[in-house]
């Protein structure tokens, strides 16, 4: 199983940036696929999930400002991100919770960088 972060880059504060990640491989069925993110030297920390029920969950700091979707016909998941600001500069991560048909486990990709400019 792979997942392919994509979307990260510069932008300047207040503009928006869409995260996108594509999970492909043995997947017999996605459970939860989500974004964290992390800066260096600090713990990897949950942006949003979204379940296979579509159910979400946001950090204080995103919501009202990011938005997670997914589209289950490609495994892929989607981070809108609006009102960005310096604080948000991080390394993106997707993770994936999901059944390869032979157990469950949690998945990541490569990481991708967001910079927001002040």
């Known amino acids: 199983v792979q997942l392919q972060a994509s979307g990260g880059g510069l932008v300047q504060a207040g503009g928006s940036l869409r995260l996108a990640c594509a999970a492909s491989?043995?997947?017999?069925?996605?459970?939860?696929m989500g974004w964290y993110r992390q800066v260096s030297g600090k713990k990897r920390e949950l942006v949003a999930r979204i379940t296979d029920k579509d159910y979400t969950n946001y950090a204080e700091s995103a919501k009202g400002r990011f938005a997670i979707s997914r589209d289950s016909a490609k495994n892929t998941v989607y981070l809108q991100m609006n009102s960005l600001e310096p604080a948000d500069t991080a390394v993106y991560y997707c993770n994936a919770n999901l059944h390869n048909y032979y157990f469950i486990d949690d998945y990541w990709g490569q990481g991708t960088l967001v910079t927001v400019s002040s």
């Open positions: 491989g043995r997947i017999y069925r996605i459970n939860e």
